[in-house]
């Protein structure tokens, strides 16, 4: 008998009438509390996403496949989910039931086209890990090698390209009924998803990815990548040399051994920011089940199946960022986020660079550890504004960056609470940016020694920003009730056709479920008519926002 999760429409039903459901639960307390977010609200709205989250561990638990990629995406964005949605799908990695021994075994003779017994000498039939994409097994070869092999689960390709079409249709809702399907590319985010996925589907490609990290960490003291075994790797099985270790984030383990969390922390951020500031591939799943740690402080990077790749140019602003944040210059900041196109043309750049600022100024102050203090309150505040209005973007291409960066922070800051990430970035920032400017043709002596001035200088910078702040202040004050009005206008045209539009939407797929072809043909009519009702009505307001821009 076929289990139902396996059954294509029944995935999609499931996974699209969760995300209706997601999408009004949020609409409608958006619009009950609007105008009045205070504790009492923002206690609502982390118990609103709790029982979200919570509904979405189960259903992902239960469906498997993209389920569980983008559960542990989201369990890593604190920047745009409640921090109540991310404790509740923290261990949904761990959490992934195994594939019984003898389908894997299936998998690994078909594959290998012979007994898995004239490969390897012994194997543990119980997985030492679980992932949403595969197991991974502890064996021995012949020769005596103890080697690690990862067996891709039976049929997870089928079911990764049924979940693929429930995503269409959830990206489609996003995009016309979510203020976040405004801001962000879900077309192309789309498009990502399937390659960087599709590519973790194949094992030969994870075996180059590896092979090519290891090349670039061949020198680095402290860093190890396990040698990948390319005659035993097929698109389903890999192999590769198996090392003991524990998970980074073991903090018995790093207790147990006496090692120094401090300058673990600090060894793990060099060595992302070698990947940072890089053209080339990056460590696009860097969680703590994916770094490993050796009882004499060595780390271990492992699972290369999710990479992304940071093009010159890219890497190239991100540099110029890193350097703006280090060095106190907040406007070329702006601009490093401007050519990454994160900043579309009519984004205000002097209240973005205020913004920054501030961010930064929290981060060195430790305000953020304090989710209640004023500073912090009034600067959330003034993001969810400038995000919500101005015109800014997440590239596509940053997506996977992004999530990287989120969940390499995480780690780093489970190891060791107290990490300053600036502070301890500096002196390989402050190095790497002055070896760059002896690099340049154009370079002057005069222009190094202002990088390294810089942090001096910024005392009277202060006392000039404090002048200007009245004039800052009423030029944020004016521009925000200017977007307030345009979003209202918003919110009240489009209200009634999303109820009108969603009713239908959600029988339609209560129609496919029960096979009632008859309320499948109606609600089919009635959705197509409120999506076009609601694209006109969206295009007139558009229209009119962006006359007001100008």
Do not use: C
Not at 64 to 79: C, P
Not at 501 to 513: D, E, K, N, R, V
């Amino acid at each position: 008998m076929i289990s139902t999760k396996k059954v294509a429409a029944y995935r999609i039903y499931k996974i699209v009438f969760m995300s209706v459901k997601f999408f009004l639960q949020v609409y409608f307390f958006q619009r009950k509390y609007q105008g009045r977010w205070d504790a009492t609200t923002e206690r609502k709205w982390a118990e609103l996403a709790g029982k979200q989250a919570r509904e979405y561990k189960q259903t992902a638990l239960k469906l498997e496949g993209l389920m569980i990629k983008m559960g542990q995406f989201l369990s890593t964005r604190a920047d745009i989910m409640p921090r109540s949605f991310i404790l509740e799908l923290e261990g949904l990695t761990d959490r992934v039931p195994p594939v019984p021994w003898e389908e894997a075994k299936r998998v690994i003779e078909d594959d290998w086209n012979t007994a898995y017994g004239n490969i390897v000498h012994k194997i543990s039939e119980n997985p030492v890990a679980s992932a949403s994409i595969g197991d991974v097994y502890h064996a021995w070869l012949h020769n005596g090698d103890s080697v690690a092999i990862k067996v891709q689960r039976p049929g997870i390709e089928r079911i990764i390209r049924t979940d693929f079409k429930a995503m269409k249709i959830v990206i489609w809702l996003a995009k016309r009924f979510t203020r976040f399907g405004k801001q962000v590319d879900l077309d192309a985010l789309y498009r990502e998803m399937t390659i960087v996925i599709g590519d973790e589907l194949n094992f030969k490609k994870e075996l180059q990815n590896g092979v090519a990290f290891g090349e670039r960490f061949k020198d680095t003291p402290g860093v190890i990548v396990p040698r990948y075994i390319e005659e035993y790797t097929t698109r389903r099985v890999l192999v590769m040399d198996w090392i003991e270790g524990s998970k980074i984030t073991d903090q018995s383990f790093l207790d147990k051994h006496g090692l120094n969390r401090e300058e673990l922390a600090e060894n793990l951020l060099l060595l992302f920011i070698e990947q940072l500031l890089n053209e080339g591939m990056f460590h696009a799943d860097p969680h703590g089940g994916n770094i490993l740690i050796k009882e004499d402080g060595t780390i271990v990077l492992i699972d290369f199946g999710m990479v992304g790749v940071i093009r010159k140019k890219d890497a190239e602003a991100v540099q110029r960022a890193v350097e703006g944040v280090i060095f106190e210059r907040y406007s070329e900041v702006v601009e490093a986020l401007e050519q990454m196109k994160f900043l579309l043309p009519k984004a205000d750049k002097d209240i973005l660079e205020d913004v920054v600022e501030r961010v930064v100024q929290v981060y060195k102050s430790g305000e953020w550890q304090d989710g209640e203090s004023l500073m912090m309150e009034s600067l959330l505040e003034d993001i969810q504004d400038i995000v919500r209005t101005q015109p800014i973007q997440l590239p596509t291409e940053f997506a996977f960056f992004g999530r990287a960066i989120s969940t390499f922070t995480g780690v780093i800051y489970t190891i060791y609470p107290e990490a300053d990430f600036i502070e301890m970035a500096r002196p390989t920032i402050v190095r790497w940016a002055t070896a760059r400017n002896d690099d340049r043709e154009d370079s002057a002596p005069w222009q190094t020694a202002v990088r390294y001035i810089q942090p001096l200088l910024s005392a009277p910078s202060k006392f000039s920003d404090a002048l200007d702040e009245p004039k800052r202040y009423r030029r944020m004050m004016q521009w925000s009730n200017k977007k307030d009005r345009t979003l209202q206008e918003l919110t009240a045209r489009r209200r009634d056709i999303i109820i009108i539009t969603a009713i239908p939407f959600i029988s339609l797929h209560a129609g496919i479920l029960i096979e009632n072809w008859l309320l499948t043909g109606i609600a089919g009519a009635l959705t197509a008519a409120g999506a076009l009702r609601y694209r006109s009505i969206s295009g007139r307001i558009a229209r009119e926002s962006e006359e007001e821009y100008s």
